[in-house]
C-alpha cells in the first residue's frame, strides 16, 4: 500500500514538475523576444558563421609570402594537409584547405583585375 502511494506521488510530482519546467521555457522565450535578446543572439550566430578567411590569414597558416607562386603554395597546401592526415586532425587540415581555396581565388582575382 505505501509503495502504492509512494509511486503516485512520485508520477503526479514529475508531471506538475514538466509542466513548470515548459511554463518557465515558455516565459523565457517571450521575455527574450521582447527584449530582442534573441535577435541580437542570432545576428551574433549569423556573423559568426560567415566570416570568412583573409588573405592574410590564409598566408599564415600556409606559412607563405605575399609573392609566393601558385606552385610552392600547392607544395606547402600539399605536406601540411598529408601531415595532419597522418596525425588525425580534420580541423588543422580544413583550415589548410580553405587556406589554399583563399590564395586561389585571391589569385585568380589579381589575375583578372591585371594586378
Do not use: D, P, W
Not at 509511486?7 to 514538466?18: D, E, K, Q, T
Not at 550566430?45 to 566570416?51: C, D, E, F, G, P
Not at 601531415?83 to 582575382?109: D, M, P
Request: one cysteine or more.
Amino acid at each position: 500500500m505505501a509503495a502504492k502511494i509512494l509511486a503516485n506521488l512520485l508520477v503526479m510530482g514529475s508531471g506538475i514538475l514538466a509542466r513548470a519546467l515548459v511554463q518557465a521555457y515558455r516565459q523565457a522565450l517571450a521575455n527574450a523576444s521582447k527584449t530582442g535578446v534573441a535577435q541580437e543572439a542570432m545576428q551574433n550566430v549569423i556573423r559568426n558563421t560567415s566570416k570568412t578567411m583573409t588573405e592574410q590569414e590564409a598566408r599564415q597558416i600556409l606559412g607563405v609570402g605575399e609573392h609566393t607562386s601558385r606552385e610552392e603554395i600547392l607544395q606547402k597546401y600539399n605536406t601540411l594537409f598529408e601531415r595532419n592526415a597522418k596525425s588525425g586532425s580534420f580541423y588543422l587540415q580544413s583550415k589548410v584547405h580553405r587556406a589554399k581555396e583563399c590564395l586561389e581565388a585571391a589569385q585568380g582575382t589579381k589575375a583578372q583585375t591585371g594586378s
